[in-house]
């Protein structure tokens, strides 16, 4: 069964501080792997997507996030963090064929300090 | 472009009662999506629509939910009778197509309390 785990469950940091959230899946085949985020009283949206090609894909905002095949890893990063950037993050993964269905980890609180 | 609309926003309930909820996907997707989304868990899959078609029901609680996508558009999510445990973000999704990895577009959700 597929499952998607995400170890951090919030996170604080200060502005400009770096950011990496974890994120790690099971799945016995060849996934789709998402970052969305949700901010505060908004949707979910979608940050950024990795079918295939370059494992270091970017996302809108200057995020990033890096798939490691060897690791199921699929970390999400930014160099610099601003206040506007505190949100929800959720990994999903949908496998590569099949139904379009969304797992979902159980996402990552981030806060900001100014 | 219009996002995905859902209605009610917010809905507080006893429990046995029954309860309904809303959603209108972005024109032309012809996939639609409703999650459940427990305080504290990301969203899980209830069922999902290939046009007015199910495409996977097996995370649907169906002794007491039930949905319905009759002319291909919208779609109504019922629950009845509403138990405590239901209490959760309803969000609805849709996508252009059924494909692995077809972007979904989320609404707002319906925040479901039961008392």
């Known amino acids: 069964a597929q499952s998607v785990s995400q170890h951090n469950h919030h996170v604080i940091l200060s502005e400009a501080a770096s950011l990496e959230l974890g994120c790690n899946y099971s799945?016995?085949?060849?996934?789709?792997l998402f970052w969305y985020v949700q901010y505060p009283g908004q949707h979910l949206q979608l940050l950024l997507k990795?079918?295939?090609?370059?494992?270091l894909v970017k996302g809108i905002k200057g995020f990033e996030a890096e798939f490691i095949k060897s690791k199921f890893s699929f970390n999400l990063r930014k160099p610099s963090v601003q206040w506007s950037d505190t949100a929800e993050y959720f990994c999903?993964?949908?496998?590569?064929?099949?139904?379009?269905?969304?797992?979902f980890g159980t996402g990552t609180r981030l806060t900001v300090i100014p | 472009e219009a996002g995905v609309a859902q209605s009610p926003r917010y809905k507080i309930i006893e429990k046995r009662q029954s309860v309904a909820f809303w959603c209108n996907p972005i024109?032309?997707?012809?996939?639609l999506y409703w999650y459940q989304q427990i305080l504290g868990q990301g969203p899980k899959l209830l069922i999902q629509?290939?046009?007015?078609?199910?495409?996977?029901d097996s995370q649907l609680p169906k002794d007491r939910f039930s949905a319905e996508r009759l002319k291909g558009v919208d779609s109504t999510l019922k629950i009845q009778p509403a138990k405590l445990e239901d209490s959760a973000v309803y969000l609805c999704?849709?996508?252009?197509?059924?494909?692995?990895?077809?972007?979904?577009?989320f609404g707002p959700g319906t925040r479901l309390t039961v008392l």
């Open positions: 999704a849709s996508s252009q197509r059924l494909a692995g990895g077809n972007e979904q577009f």
């Open positions: 799945y016995g085949g060849t996934v789709n």
């Open positions: 990795y079918f295939s090609g370059d494992p």
């Open positions: 999903a993964v949908t496998p590569q064929t099949g139904a379009n269905n969304l797992f």
């Open positions: 024109s032309g997707h012809a996939t």
């Open positions: 629509f290939q046009n007015n078609g199910v495409v996977d």
